[in-house]
């Protein structure tokens, strides 16, 4: 008994040395561990929102890139899970993430342990294999920013309406070039512009009316971003209209 | 179909980096240098924000080389490689398990591996002509992303070996993204002049990945060569360096790796011979672009998987201090 509380309390110590900064809470996951109770204190609310900056603070370099990589993978195999997929992923990782330091901290002192090594340079390699890195956690930041940008542009943009100026514009511009390069003039007229169908945010087909010295015809197109960025669209002639 | 996308991005920048990993002698630790190819990603991701938010702000000068110029040198070298540098220095100076400052050279590699995985996936994601975009990629982009930060990490290995710091602090920004503006300037100068034209374009389409495979051959030499500079500086700075706990043997471990990598090596050559016989019968030189790559990374998982047997070999009649010496 006497020697079982002496682990324990040894264990402690190594983790308390290990930590570094604010160690309580971890030594707190490490008893709850040990009588496998759970308490609302686990619970981790800056890993809920910045898991990353969390992780790379308490240099677990390894866990923050697999929680980069993690939605990366998710959404390329499941598109559509992503959104149920990342909100179940950050909850579980704001649950679990002391214990998972605890773990990852156990992990590191036994394998020092093992080294064979006087105890102070134990000690010494411990605090030095642990601790937490300020750099690192404005690094995640950083990455944690960059993320929202990239998912913010991610966000496919409305392309115009198929009654706007701009497309009407656009179409009237395309028309005069073809017909300045087969030796027409530029008189040309864009009217009953109507919208027939969409692919999401990608494509927009339109349909119209090109009034020429000619004569008329009722084509239909399809307009597509070039640079949704700079707001830069295509449209596509795909013939006459059905 | 997806997954076979997945793999055709990550695949490729894993295969260098482990060749990079076993030319220079797997002296730093698996771990650090997969993890560095994990935390590759933060640093594309960063990267990729920076050049969204530069593009909102960005004034297009309508000409095609200045744009060429801008987008190559400062968009493409300049902001990636900072990133890349950035993701080295936090990760490799905070990693317990980074011995020597040779490691940083191999770490430098596999964070621009993963880089160029998330970059992969990214030009590969819902494009029909996906495997003609990943083999081009595999021959070009993925190795180019990974020599140029190599050269950097080199860099950076010198600023722990003494003597003008701030140069090599400097030269590990600038090398890299000296190599990545050259890579991407041709190919950015040649999609822009070739906007807009169509049939049969000769020399002028294939002219610019000429240029920037040269520019990726350039990058592998200025690797090797550093790698083994830094090596014999480390040396003499240093004399025999400890090794880690990795170095230990031992044979069966050895021989299951490089079984597996040459067994990797036959599966990549078999598709290969696939790739270019049907090109040859069917007249369709995408197949044989597809094939081309193939064949390197056969040859590449083939090298891993012979150095893996030769260090075998030669430690198998030695004791593992003379294993140490040797490889040092």
């Keep these: 008994m006497d020697g079982e509380v002496r682990a324990i309390r040894d264990e402690e110590a190594l983790l308390r040395i290990f930590v570094g900064r604010n160690p309580e809470p971890f030594v707190h996951a490490l008893r709850s561990g040990k009588t496998t109770k759970w308490s609302g ?4 609310p800056v890993c809920l929102f910045f898991p990353l900056v969390w992780f790379f603070y308490r240099r677990m370099f390894f866990y923050g890139a697999v929680l980069m990589v993690a939605p990366i993978i998710i959404a390329v195999l ?7 997929i990342g909100t179940g992923l950050s909850g579980a990782v704001a649950v679990i993430s002391s214990w998972l330091y605890v773990t990852y901290a156990q992990n590191r002192i036994a394998s020092i342990e093992r080294s064979g090594q006087p105890e102070s340079v134990r000690d010494e390699l411990i605090r030095k294999a642990g601790g937490t890195s300020v750099a690192g956690a404005v690094f995640g930041a950083v990455v944690t920013a960059a993320w929202v940008v990239v998912a913010l542009a991610a966000i496919p943009k409305s392309l115009p309406a198929c009654t706007s100026d701009a497309v009407r514009d656009t179409i009237r511009n395309g028309v005069i070039e073809q017909r300045q390069q087969h030796g027409f003039d530029a008189s040309v007229t864009v009217t009953d512009l109507t919208e027939t169908g969409h692919d999401g945010q990608r494509s927009r087909s339109c349909e119209f009316t090109i009034s020429t010295p000619q004569g008329t015809n009722r084509l239909q197109g399809e307009m597509s971003w070039v640079n949704p960025a700079t707001d830069q669209f295509k449209m596509q002639f795909k013939g006459p209209a059905h | 179909m997806r997954f076979l996308l997945l793999m055709a991005a990550v695949l490729p920048p894993v295969v260098i980096v482990a060749y990079v990993h076993g030319r220079d002698g797997n002296t730093a630790a698996p771990r650090l240098v997969w993890e560095g190819f ?4 933060c640093a594309g991701i960063v990267a990729l924000g920076t050049v969204h938010l530069l593009s909102r702000v960005g004034v297009d000068s309508g000409n095609a080389l200045v744009k060429a110029l801008t987008d190559s040198f400062f968009r493409a070298g300049l902001l990636e490689e900072a990133a890349k540098l950035a993701t080295v220095v936090i990760f490799a100076w905070n990693h317990a398990d980074r011995r020597a400052p040779h490691d940083l050279l191999v770490v430098a590699a596999a964070v621009a591996g993963g880089f160029a995985a998330l970059e992969n996936i990214g030009f590969l994601l819902d494009r029909s002509d996906w495997p003609m975009i990943a083999a081009t990629r595999a021959l070009l982009s993925a190795p180019g992303h990974i020599f140029a930060a190599a050269v950097g ?3 950076l290995a010198y600023t722990e070996l003494g003597g003008g710091r701030m140069l090599w602090w400097a030269m590990a920004l600038i090398l890299p ?5 050259l890579y ?3 190919l950015m100068l040649g999609s822009a002049a070739l906007q807009g034209r169509s049939g049969d374009l000769g020399y002028a389409a294939v002219l610019p990945l000429i240029l920037s495979a040269a520019v990726v051959l350039t990058g592998a030499v200025l690797t090797s060569t550093a790698s083994r500079r830094v090596h014999k500086r480390q040396s003499d700075h240093q004399g025999i360096v400890e090794t880690s ?5 031992w044979l069966s471990r050895h021989q299951f790796r490089g079984r597996i990598w040459r067994i990797g090596g036959i599966v990549l050559l078999v598709i290969a011979i696939a790739f270019m016989t049907a090109s040859l019968f069917r007249a369709e030189i995408a197949l044989a672009t597809i094939g081309l790559p193939c064949a390197f990374y056969a040859w590449a998982c083939f090298s ?4 893996l047997l030769a260090r075998w070999l030669t430690i198998l009649p030695m004791d593992r201090g003379w294993n140490k010496r040797l490889f040092r």
């Design chain 2, 153 to 155: 990490g080199a860099c």
């Design chain 2, 184 to 186: 991407d300037f041709p």
């Design chain 1, 41 to 44: 204190s686990l619970f981790n």
């Design chain 2, 304 to 307: 891993r998987g012979q150095l």
């Design chain 2, 177 to 181: 993204a000296m190599l990545h503006g």
């Design chain 1, 78 to 84: 499941f598109p559509n899970a992503i959104g149920t």
């Design chain 2, 245 to 249: 706990i990795h170095h230990d043997p």
């Design chain 2, 38 to 41: 994990l935390l590759g990603t």
